[in-house]
């Protein structure tokens, strides 16, 4: 005999009851709004045939929102509750890359706790090895730019830890990573800078 899911929509076809009935009235309320802007649906109703989505996938984007939208209670609330979601290694880089950037957010409006943005994206790196092949293979056996390698540089200078910033710099140069959208010289030119402040 079947199990009878207790909710439709994205949060019954993932099993995320879990997650729904973890939230407030007013979080599940907000919640419900982003999902209307992203796919015009209730996230707890309706039928939903096969989706590709991990559980936290559907997250994350929820969190991208919260992020977004600087409604860092609620982003709060998603990242712990992320953690207990199902997906890959590739989904947890894209969970931990979002959790990283909505504290380091904060930090460039100066109110950000520095310590959270590096736990995330310390397991962003720490899990490279096992998500990079896959990765590789969505860019074309190219070297992809990963975020929390310069994020992760730019939060240990902020807390003036330059050795770990140079470290995390020189892992990124010899993984062949590039700063892509910063200066020309991309991760060298950090490195040089950051020696100049020892």
């Avoid at 979601?85 to 590739?90: I, S, Y």
């Avoid at 140079?166 to 060298?188: H, P, R, V």
Wanted: glycine content about 8%; charged content about 25%.
């Amino acid at each position: 005999m079947g199990t009878t899911l207790h909710y439709g929509g994205m949060i019954g076809s993932l099993e995320l009851e879990w997650f729904w009935d973890s939230l407030t009235d007013e979080e599940r309320k907000t919640i419900t709004s982003y999902s209307l802007d992203s796919s015009n649906s209730l996230p707890d109703q309706g039928k939903i045939g096969r989706t590709s989505a991990s559980q936290l996938i559907y997250l994350v984007t929820f969190l991208i929102y919260a992020s977004s939208r600087r409604q860092y209670d609620i982003a709060e609330t998603l990242i712990r509750l992320c953690e207990n979601a199902k997906g890959t290694d590739l989904d947890f880089h894209y969970f931990y890359i979002n959790a990283g950037d909505c504290y380091y957010n904060q930090i460039r409006r100066g109110k950000g706790p520095v310590d959270s943005a590096i736990h995330y994206y310390e397991l962003d790196v720490d899990l490279f090895p096992r998500y990079k092949d896959e990765l590789y293979a969505l860019f074309c056996g190219q070297t992809p730019y990963i975020l929390s390698f310069q994020r992760l540089a730019t939060c240990y200078e902020i807390q003036g830890r330059i050795k770990d910033a140079i470290a995390i710099s020189k892992q990124a140069l010899d993984l062949g990573m590039t700063m892509m959208y910063t200066t020309e010289n991309g991760f060298q030119d950090r490195i040089e800078r950051l020696k100049s402040l020892q």
